[in-house]
């Protein structure tokens, strides 16, 4: 059974950095790419960034490219998302996700998908 938790939200203020951390089980951690994804209630899920197998390949959302960073340790099965300078924007649920095929940020290409882990920033 594939299971994929999140875990580093929190409460914080803006200019702080956060890191999430995404712990996987039950798949072949390195033959999978990794996303990162975020939601706003009432909002379309939006996607952050991807990290291919064995990191050769990052992808970032414009809107957070040059402030997170996605990188992987496949000896621990984890996908973390370095997150700096938040602003109040930066609230939301975020989720991580996993699938074979190739990298992108669209939700629809991904298979597997952690329940996420809230993330709040005050100013």
């Known amino acids: 059974q594939v299971e994929l938790v999140e875990s580093g939200g929190r409460l914080v203020k803006a200019g702080d950095s956060l890191r999430l951390s995404c712990t996987t089980s039950g798949l072949r951690f390195s033959n999978y790419v990794m996303g990162w994804f975020r939601q706003v209630p009432g909002k379309k899920r939006e996607g952050l960034s991807c990290i291919s197998e064995l990191s050769y390949d990052k992808y970032y959302a414009d809107s957070v490219k040059g402030r997170f960073t996605t990188s992987r340790d496949n000896t621990k099965n984890i996908v973390y998302l370095q997150m700096n300078n938040l602003q109040p924007e930066d609230t939301a649920i975020y989720f991580c996700?996993?699938?074979?095929?190739?990298?992108?940020?669209?939700?629809?290409?991904?298979?597997?998908w952690g329940q996420g882990t809230q993330v709040a920033v005050w100013s």
């Open positions: 996700a996993a699938d074979r095929g190739g990298c992108g940020l669209g939700e629809g290409g991904f298979t597997y």
